[in-house]
Structures are given as C-alpha cells and as structure tokens.
C-alpha cells in the first residue's frame, strides 16, 4: 500500500527507529571476509543479518511497523504478505506483541520458511499458502484485510518497513566508526527494495560520500525495470529460484527513494547460476548458510568497479534456506560454471554404440550424471536424455569435437530455449 504524499526519510527517523526496537533485536555482527577480500582487492566484510533471531533482517521493518499500530489496531489484528522471511518478522512480532496475525506465502514458499514462520507465530499466527508468487499472494492477502478490517503490515512497499530496515545501514557506520574505518561501498540485495532504500535514506545523510550498489536477480529485475519506465511496472514473469527476491514489481516508496538518490545508487544484476555458486562458495569457505537472496550481494560483488583497497559491506540479507534445495543449487552452480550439459544422444540401434559412445566420446574426467531412454525413433535409431558432468569447463571443446566427429547423432540442449526447459527443467 503506497503512502501518499510521499515524506522524505531521514538519518534521524532510522536512529529513532533503532532506539525503540534495539530492546528486542540486537546488533549483528559485521565480520571481515579474508577469502573475498584476498579474491577481489577490497577489504570486504559481511554484515550477517542471517544470525538474526529470525535469520533476516526483515525483523528490523516488521518490528519497527507493528511497534507504531494503535491499540485500536492491534487488536483489530494484522495481515501480511511475503515469500517468507517478513513473514517470519511478522510472526515474531505477533508473539511478542501478541498482536493476531495471518501471513500469507506463496505456493512456492520453502517448507523451512513456513514452518519457521509458524515457530516464531506460535498461537498468534495463522500460515495460508496461496498463489504462484509473491505478487498473488499479496492481492489475497490485501483481500483479506479489506474483509476482516485488519492492518496490513507492508514487506517493503511502506515509510515505516522502510525506516526499520534502514537500520542496518545505522549499524554498519557504528560498527566502521569502532573499526577506525569509513564505509566506501555497500552492496545491497534487492527484491522490492525495502533494505536498498532504507540503507540508501540513511547513508544519504550520514556517509554521502559512499557508493551504493543494490543487486537484483537477473531473472526479476523490477527496480530496474522502473528506473527506466520512469515509474514502478510490473515484470511479465519473473524467476522466483532467488525467492526472497523475486518481485514482479517494485514498491512505491521505494522506487521514491531510490529515484531520488540515482547520483549515488548504481543498479546491477546478477544470473542465478552466480548465486547458486556464491552460496556453495559461503557455505564450503566461510560457513554461512546464505538463502538465495542472502548471497546476491555477494554475486553482485564480483563485477564491482572500485579503488583497490576499499573498504566494502556486502549485506548477507538471510539464511532461510531449505535443505531440500541443495540438489537444484548444485545444478545451478554447476550449469553456471560450464561443468553440466545436457544432449539428446540418437543411438544407432546396433550392439556396441553405448561402448562407444563411453569409450570414444566421453573424456578421461567426464561424468554420466543422467541418462534416460526417451523413445525409439525408428528401427535404425533410439533416444537418450544424457547429462554429462565435466572435469573443467575447458573440457567443452574437445567433447563437442569428438561428437561431430562420431556417428553417434548428438545434439546438446542450451540453457534458457524453450527445449532445454522443457526436457531438463520441466
């Protein structure tokens, strides 16, 4: 729900913000990276709002709105829309306040987000689980707050989410400020823009001198979408793997804010595949178990134009994330690093062509990860799904080679046509 006419947010309202909710949350940590910062020239560190009690930071808005409701309000009850992490701020706030709740999450929502929402809601949460994303789950839940005459607690789309959430950008200058140092870049993950315009509304007034990158998924590119339409519109589709971030369209506040501050805001992207990795990479080297959108920023922060030697924050946003997603993070990962691909093999229906293709084809390092007989052509050919996992990327060339050079048909299936998503993805 857009806040008309639109007010300003200043440095003042985030530090009034953060002394009403700091009895409840506490500080995160802002810890020095050595391996990204070794692997980029910066001096990187991570500002961990995944060891939030809610494992985002989506608690500081959620906290921050509930805190400002009337007692007429509160006990009318709230409503809420999300893809789960602001439903678990929502949740917390709800049993704290004990303020009635009812969350609404899309379909695709992981089961480890809906049943921590219903932990940390406890007798004061209804979880309904609706539409095929972020976007149908809100017009149900805006429904039913219409209906019940609740109040709707915004994710990002409101002046109050926005301040609470500017509240990590409050801590990252306290906690350089203790460091003797001084923030030049801080990389920001972006879904509907909440934490991007909050941080930037803060540092506008209390470090104008630093750069502000916010990074959205390359698949739900929404803020940049209405930085160039003039105006928020809504994506046709969106790509809801990074689902903490996957908005179809940007919020009204803060789209403002941004828009505002275009001189000191520089909008990227970055390909899902690059998350997957940079998750696995967080995960292998530093132990952060970083959800999607929780390693956006990271991601974002290999294409990073800046001095060597500058002293960089990239938010980890949250850490909710399903176990059961691994298998599709790998796939990702490795897609993204050349290392898995897929063909459709017509074999010669004669003895001996699975030995040869093994044996003539495949290279001393290359895996067999699937192989499913889809159907026989005719009696001369049959066919194979196969996915092959290879040693190194450079391994490509010379196994398309011996593909052509076979008289084994082989055809491979490239990532993002419509026959690859349907014979791999679908």
Known sequence: MTEAPFEPIHASDIQGAQARISSVIAPTPLQFCPRLSEETGFEVYLKREDLQDVRSYKIRGAYFSMSNLTTQEAAAGIVAASAGNHAQGVAYACKTMRIPGRIFVPNKTPKQKRDRIAVHGGDMVEVVVTGANFDEAAAAARVDAAERGATIVEPFDARNTVIGQGTVAAEIVSQLTT????????????????????????????????????????????????????????????????????????????????????????????????????????????????????????????GLNAPAGSTVVCVISGGNNDVLRYAEIMERSLIHRGLKHYFLVNFPQEPGQLRAFLTDILGPDDDITLFEYLKRNNRETGTALVGLQLGSAADLAGLLERMEASRIDCRRLEPGTPEYDFVVAG
Request: no cysteine.
């Open 179 to 302: 460091l003797g140092k001084s923030l030049d870049t801080v990389v920001v993950p972006v879904g509907g823009a909440g934490l991007l315009s909050g941080i930037t509304s803060y540092l506008a007034d209390m470090a104008p001198r630093t750069s502000i990158v916010g990074v959205e998924p390359s698949g739900a590119r929404s803020l940049q979408a209405a930085l160039e339409a003039g105006e928020p519109v809504s994506l046709p589709d969106v790509d809801t793997f990074i689902d903490g971030a996957a908005v179809r369209r940007i919020g009204d506040v803060n789209y403002q804010v941004v828009n505002a501050n275009r001189e000191r805001v520089h909008v990227t992207h970055a390909d899902e595949g690059a998350v997957a990795t940079e998750m696995l990479d967080l995960y292998q080297s530093e132990g952060i178990i970083a959800e999607p959108a929780g390693a956006l920023s990271i991601a974002g922060l290999r």
